[in-house]
């Protein structure tokens, strides 16, 4: 779901925070990304510009801190982030990290449907990040034995 800019200032304002032209330009990246964006990625998206990988940073935490952004993978230890499901398309769901080349790939909801959402535990459950890890599809073809 993208979002206008117009509609980035509201939201922004709403959460009490200044519309800088970079956090602009960091939520609308957010809001048109169709999986989870680390900070370099959010960086190579946003082309070329004149902010700094620690403005980008910065900005990406500020809407974490806001309840704008979430960190929904901590896949080898880098922080990839969503617009939060409030404004974007509630990306809460399962993950698949690859191994091999580090891609990460959204899973359908499906595989978790079947966890319990009732009791003591359904807030940690639904709050939690659920991260398969292995190889993905093209490491597995590519690394697959000939048949020649």
């Not at 048109?32 to 959010?42: G, K, Q, Y």
């Not at 191994?99 to 790939?105: K, S, W």
Request: hydrophobic share 35%.
């Amino acid at each position: 779901m993208s979002i206008t800019e117009d509609e980035a200032r509201s939201v922004l304002r709403t959460k009490g925070l200044r519309a800088t032209p970079p956090r602009l330009a960091v939520l609308r990246v957010l809001s048109e990304a169709t999986s989870p964006l680390s900070n370099s990625e959010v960086s190579g998206r946003l082309g070329d510009n004149h902010w700094d990988p620690a403005t980008i940073y910065r900005n990406l935490v500020k809407l974490r801190e806001a309840g704008l952004a979430s960190v929904v993978s901590r896949a080898e230890g880098v922080n990839r982030y969503v617009l939060d499901p409030a404004y974007g398309d509630g990306h809460r769901h399962p993950h698949f990290v690859c191994e091999d080349c580090g891609r990460l790939e959204c899973l359908p909801a499906e595989l978790t449907a079947s966890m319990s959402m009732e009791g003591p535990w359904s807030l940690s459950l639904k709050k939690a990040m659920v991260q398969l890890r292995g190889e993905c599809p093209d490491c597995l073809q590519r690394d697959a034995p000939s048949s020649h």
